[in-house]
């Protein structure tokens, strides 16, 4: 089992709708976790942190279940922009480097 | 100011040649890491280094070798490349305080 999984799309939804990805991780003890953003051929980048009582941001809501271990991401009112792939990271406990494990990634399509 | 550098952006190789990629940054960071993406794998820690002088092996180490001789640059070695080694390379940099990872603009090796 991975440790960090998500749906890889892609997800295909039209300019103005809301769609909404999650992803599961197994080590229960993992303290921090983050969606990334990354476009085509170019680096990841922080799109935000995720907190235990959810966090908003704009657009985007992210929200954290410890009990299930699964993160979602919420984009409402999607733009043609917002065409990417969405990594979800998890950064596990007892971890003297800071590693951070990334799933492999959702796609998102926003179509006009 | 210009963040995390890789060089170079691309390279071709032939099964047995060496190369080096080079990471630097100007953001004082005592972090940094390399990883490789692939397609449907995500991307996957190959060494990191805490600080100056240190580096520590990920999840793929096997082929690769790292060196920390300066605090702004982080080096990646291939000894004797092989086409799984086929990839790109994001280069990573974290700063105190904090979880989050800045990355560098990727370098597409292809190795035939």
């Known amino acids: 089992r991975k440790e960090v999984e998500q749906d890889p799309g892609p997800f295909n939804v039209p300019e103005g709708a809301t769609v909404a990805f999650n992803c599961t991780y197994s080590?229960?003890?993992?303290?921090?976790f983050f969606w990334y953003r990354q476009d085509c051929r170019k680096e990841p980048k922080l799109l935000m942190s995720?907190?235990?009582s959810g966090n908003e941001d704009g657009r985007f809501t992210a929200q954290l279940n410890r009990a299930s271990q699964y993160i979602s991401l919420l984009i409402r009112d999607s733009k043609l922009s917002d065409s990417a792939t969405y990594l979800c990271?998890?950064?596990?406990?007892?971890?003297?480097?800071?590693?951070?494990?990334f799933g492999g990634g959702t796609r998102l399509m926003v179509k006009p | 100011n210009a963040g995390v550098t890789q060089t170079p952006k691309f390279r071709v190789l032939k099964t047995g040649q060496s190369m080096t990629l080079l990471c630097a940054q100007d953001?004082?960071?005592?972090?940094m890491y390399w990883y490789r993406q692939d397609p449907g794998m995500g991307l996957r820690l190959i060494h990191y280094?805490?600080?100056?002088?240190?580096?520590a092996k990920g999840e793929v180490p096997d082929g690769y070798n790292v060196s920390r001789l300066k605090k702004q640059n982080f080096l990646l070695g291939l000894e004797s490349a092989a086409p799984s080694q086929t990839s790109v390379y994001f280069c990573?940099?974290?700063?105190?305080?904090?979880?989050?990872?800045?990355f560098g603009p990727g370098t597409r090796l292809t190795v035939l």
């Open positions: 990271v998890v950064n596990p406990a007892n971890n003297a480097g800071n590693m951070l494990t």
């Open positions: 080590n229960s003890a993992s303290q921090s």
């Open positions: 995720v907190y235990s």
């Open positions: 953001m004082n960071h005592e972090y």
């Open positions: 280094s805490v600080g100056e002088g240190t580096t």
């Open positions: 990573a940099t974290k700063g105190p305080s904090t979880d989050t990872q800045y």
